[in-house]
């Protein structure tokens, strides 16, 4: 492997406390051996008949440790069209990316839904069905997290994204068929509701939307004894459209 008329190259590296020395040309470890030390300062090379070597290093570049970058600003709603402004927040995945989105469904709802890049349409579901919406709004920005809970139990600091009468809807998603859909959480209802395949589904168990910062004192913060209450004309008109619809449709494919 060595010749006396050229330099042959080769690669030599430390990790996990394992020390490697192979060819540069196929990747290959030649030697491999554990020292179960946290560090080591050097590394030693003898001749087999005891003549001398010499080397030429080339050292790895160093490596700058960046410092991580403060970010400001918190979460908002921009008007989207079919393509999505900067900041979309990603919500789910369905074979792709969903995003967040909000649009007006009658004159007393806005309700939360999902953006499908791929298509370029926005989708929220009511009423038992889905239905694309043109004029949205993006959710946009950055520190929020997704908080598992069941029925009623609403965590604090849930995000308001929009309203059913004068009872607040939520941003909430659920798996269902291998992939995590974006909906609406409507709190007497005690579900989330969320579009597919055309249609409108529920569950239960479901993630909701939550902004950490949010402290109870806030006067964005909504917990169950803060519901102003709902609107019995919304409500109404609500269980009408679902009793039109069979009950097993909300649980099957």
């Not at 970010?71 to 990603?90: H, R, S």
């Not at 949010?214 to 004309?233: T, Y």
């Amino acid at each position: 492997m060595l010749r006396s008329q050229a330099f042959t190259k080769f690669w030599i590296s430390w990790h996990n406390s394992v020390l490697q020395f192979g060819r540069t040309n196929d990747g290959i470890s030649l030697i491999r051996k554990e020292i179960p030390v946290s560090d080591i300062k050097y590394v030693t090379f003898s001749a087999y008949n005891g003549e001398a070597m010499h080397w030429k290093l080339y050292l790895p570049p160093k490596l700058e440790i960046l410092q991580p970058k403060k970010v400001q600003g918190g979460l908002e709603w921009v008007k989207g069209g079919d393509i999505l402004p900067n900041g979309a927040l990603i919500g789910g995945y369905e074979k792709e990316m969903l995003y967040v989105i909000r649009a007006k469904h009658h004159a007393i709802t806005l309700a939360p839904g999902k953006f499908v890049p791929s298509l370029g349409l926005a989708i929220m579901s009511w009423g038992g069905e889905a239905h694309i919406k043109s004029d949205i709004e993006v959710l946009c920005g950055y520190n929020c997290i997704w908080v598992p809970t069941i029925g009623d139990k609403l965590p604090v600091g849930a995000v308001v994204a929009g309203y059913a009468g004068q009872e607040p809807l939520y941003v909430g998603r659920v798996v269902k068929s291998g992939h995590l859909l974006l909906g609406k959480v409507l709190m007497s209802h005690k579900v989330c509701y969320f579009p597919y395949k055309d249609r409108e589904f529920s569950k239960q168990e479901y993630e909701i939307l939550v902004n950490p910062e949010i402290s109870m004192d806030s006067p964005n913060c909504c917990d169950k004894e803060r519901l102003s209450g709902e609107s019995e004309s919304y409500l109404a008109y609500y269980e009408h459209a679902r009793s039109s619809m069979s009950t097993s449709d909300t649980e099957s494919e």
